[in-house]
């Protein structure tokens, strides 16, 4: 697999919004609307265990679920198939960011939410060196990925897709190679859903999550 560029990510102008605490979630964790999607904010939100979604038409939401969906990185499922199938793809990391977000953003989608505004947004900050694809090629055609993004040990993944059978699993396979090889520990799903858990998410509670969050982001701060 190849590693993303050896460069370290460029922090931007910090945000002019102030979030409030994450466990003041509401039942389906949500906790603020409004703000923007510029980079300084989307930075901290992550820090602080948020992660934002469209909330109507134009506004952003922004969520902390109670539970959390994780992907230990001891824990993630291969079968014998799955490990078959990672020798038929060619895998690379940060050569097609924004076709793979825009391929996930696809409107026909199954309860699609990306929108031209996320687009930009995560596009940008992968331009700053925190947002990441990793992508399944197949005979010279993207054919799968996912993206998120990366803080010091945690890697918030957002989305996925796949044209070919199981191509967006080797790319979370790949994934999370890479996450183990250069010390993150945690890897953040956001929700649990059944395709998910078959993979090896579990669920956490909103504190705990946020206590691994602490950790991963800021090795040597208190865990809250």
Known sequence: MIAPPDRSPIEPAATQWQFPSPHVADPHGLVAVGADLEPGTLLAAYRRG???MPFGRRRVGWWSPDPRGVLPL?????????????????????TSFETVIRRCAEPDRPHGWINEQFVQAYTRLHELGWAHSVEAWLDGELVGGLYGVRIEGLFAGESMFHT???????????LVDWLRA???????????????ASLGVVEITRGEYLDRLALAVHPAAPAR
């Open 50 to 52: 948020l992660f934002p």
């Open 164 to 174: 070919a059978t199981d191509a967006s699993k080797v790319a979370l396979v790949r």
């Open 182 to 196: 250069t010390g993150a520990s945690l890897l953040d799903v956001q929700w649990h859903t059944a395709h998910l």
């Open 74 to 94: 001891d824990g993630l499922h291969v079968s014998r198939s799955l490990r078959r199938s990672c020798d038929r793809f060619d895998v690379r990391v940060d």
